[in-house]
């Protein structure tokens, strides 16, 4: 084999776990290749619509009619416009069959989601990791907070995260920069709920936006632009954080344009020698070799990744002896949104765009249990004032018109637990292919009927706060969400205590592979209330030192 195609370790996928994957493994002194399938992207340089003004795009910000057929499913969420859709993939080119409606959310450039994620960085607690234990739905978590908690601690001092310490058993503190205050009316419902709800609490969003500079970062701008890419790497992300520390080590090789098809097993030795990658834009067919291999492709990819690996030993695919690969598919449903008119500052307003808003833990199911429904769900949301509706016409009247501010709302949206099923499943389709002649997959998810009580339950204890508290005008728009449409897909190659159950153990290690590893949301046997992303960090942070540790051991 060339010696160009042989590394120590290989790293599938750029996004937020696999960029923490890269850092840690060429920090420890591996010679690393991260693989992407998507295209080049240079932090700063690339963010080539951060500093636009509204009327700079010539559709305002709307997709065009051709650019909707092309991103027919990213139009599904509402996170892609005009400034950001050439971070989006082509859906026309990437297809997949939905048995039931399944919104898969897909970056196509090198740093992955974690260019489009909305921030949001939150400990879990052993509520959460004992959930599967206690009330028996999913297999148990092999780990407990105990054994994460320094992990969170390490990963929270290299991303910066801003928030506040409250003191909460089932939504432990993290180690944080300032927070980004609440504004005069945010601060007037806290006090009303907390008066109100002894067992609410409201507090400050937690999110990887740093109020204070690290090396190499500058502090937030209070743009609220960070889907366009921050030049100013206040928000964390690949590129502007755990690339360039692999890079400074001299140990990363980055391969864009490079579409993992398979995982290589070498039956003789038992374990997995490489990977086969199809380069996107001549269509070649490449083979890179390593000791260890990383697998953060982001959930749904990762499945087909191991579905489509498949050998004498596997011939369902890696790791997949007991049918549990693509099983126990979970996201985040969101409710819709609640809104209530706050009368009473009409003289106040705010400054800056803030790129966050106010988080409420989860509080059914903690102290006490509801009849209706498992585990819980949290609110995200914020208060401000809209535009005036102004007058009619055209003309400077209308213009100054629009220039004063409208009435004051407070809106919140629920993200629920989803338990995990077995019959939520991804299968892999070899009958429909994608322009390099690959399978496919097929999508046949759905939430059921403790998610739907647990939206309902949502809704009206939101509108109930709200008119409790003496909000006007209180208004619910939008339905429940589909499977995918929260972007934290999880679960489909779990962990676990017994290989029979479950695909990976203790340290995100395959059971039947022991040196390929999975610490995207593949590897979740729940999924909280909470989002995810930093407890995806701190799991592959620990699972990287322990795979180092076992290869000096040999063991690996």
Avoid at 55 to 75: A, C, D, M, N, Y
Wanted: net charge neutral; hydrophobic share 35%; proline share 4%.
């Amino acid at each position: 084999m060339p010696d160009t195609n042989q590394f120590d370790a290989i790293v599938v996928g750029s996004g937020i776990s696999g960029g923490w994957a890269a850092k840690e493994l060429c920090e420890k002194g591996l010679k690393t290749v991260l693989i992407e399938r998507g295209r080049p992207l240079e932090h700063r340089k690339d963010y080539t619509t951060a500093n636009l003004d509204p009327w700079e795009f010539p559709h305002r910000g709307s997709l065009t009619p051709e650019e909707k057929k092309k991103h027919h499913i990213q139009v599904r969420h509402y996170s892609i416009h005009e400034d950001n859709k050439h971070f989006y993939v082509n859906d026309l080119e990437n297809p997949y069959t939905e048995k039931q409606r399944y919104d898969w959310v897909r970056a196509d450039v090198l740093g992955g989601r974690s260019l489009l994620w909305a921030r949001m960085s939150l400990r879990w607690s052993d509520l959460d990791f004992e959930a599967n234990a206690k009330d028996g739905h999913g297999v148990d978590w092999p780990i407990r907070y105990r054994e994460i908690q320094p992990w969170y601690e390490y990963v929270e001092k290299f991303v910066g995260i801003s928030g506040k310490a409250e003191g909460l058993p089932h939504l432990p503190d993290s180690l944080f920069q300032a927070p980004m205050p609440m504004n005069c009316a945010e601060d007037w419902v806290k006090k009303q709920i907390e008066s109100k709800y002894p067992d609410i609490k409201m507090i400050e969003g937690r999110v990887a936006n740093l109020t204070q500079k690290l090396p190499g970062r500058d502090a937030c701008q209070y743009r609220n632009l960070c889907h366009r890419g921050c030049p100013f790497g206040a928000y964390f992300s690949t590129l502007s954080s755990t690339l360039p520390a692999a890079m400074n080590t001299g140990n990363l090789t980055v391969k864009t344009n490079s579409l993992v098809n398979k995982v290589i097993y070498d039956e003789q030795k038992g374990k997995a020698v490489g990977v086969e990658v199809i380069d996107t834009e001549s269509g070649n067919t490449t083979e890179y070799f390593a000791k260890v291999i990383f697998l953060n492709a982001a959930t749904v990819a990762t499945t087909f990744i191991l579905l489509n690996s498949r050998s004498n030993r596997f011939p369902n695919g890696l790791g997949n002896d007991n049918d549990i690969v693509g099983r126990y598919m979970m996201d985040h449903h969101k409710s819709g949104n609640v809104s209530g008119k706050i009368e009473g500052f009409e003289d106040k307003y705010y400054y800056g765009r803030r790129p966050t808003g106010i988080f409420i833990p989860k509080f059914r199911n903690v102290k006490t249990v509801s009849p209706n429904f498992l585990r819980g769900y949290n609110c995200q949301g914020g208060a401000n004032r809209g535009r005036s509706s102004g007058v009619g016409g055209i003309g400077a009247e209308f213009k100054e018109s629009i220039t004063e501010a409208g009435s004051w709302r407070f809106g919140l949206g629920a993200f629920g637990e989803c338990l995990p099923y077995a019959d939520n499943r991804i299968t892999l389709n070899t009958d429909v292919k994608d322009k390099y002649g690959r399978n496919t997959l097929t999508m046949d998810c759905s939430f059921k009927e403790n998610e739907k009580k647990m939206r309902e339950d949502a809704i009206t204890t939101m509108q109930e706060i709200m008119d409790s508290i003496g909000l006007k005008d209180i208004r619910v728009e939008g339905e429940m969400s589909f499977p995918g449409n929260a972007n934290h897909e999880m679960g489909t190659a779990r962990m676990g205590k017994d290989p029979k159950t479950s695909v990976l153990n203790k340290w995100n290690q395959m059971h039947a592979v022991k040196n390929v590893f999975i610490t995207d949301g593949s590897c979740m046997p729940s999924i909280a209330s909470v989002n995810p992303s930093l407890t995806f960090m701190a799991l592959t942070a620990r699972a990287v030192d322990y795979a180092v540790r076992e290869m000096k051991k040999n063991n690996i």
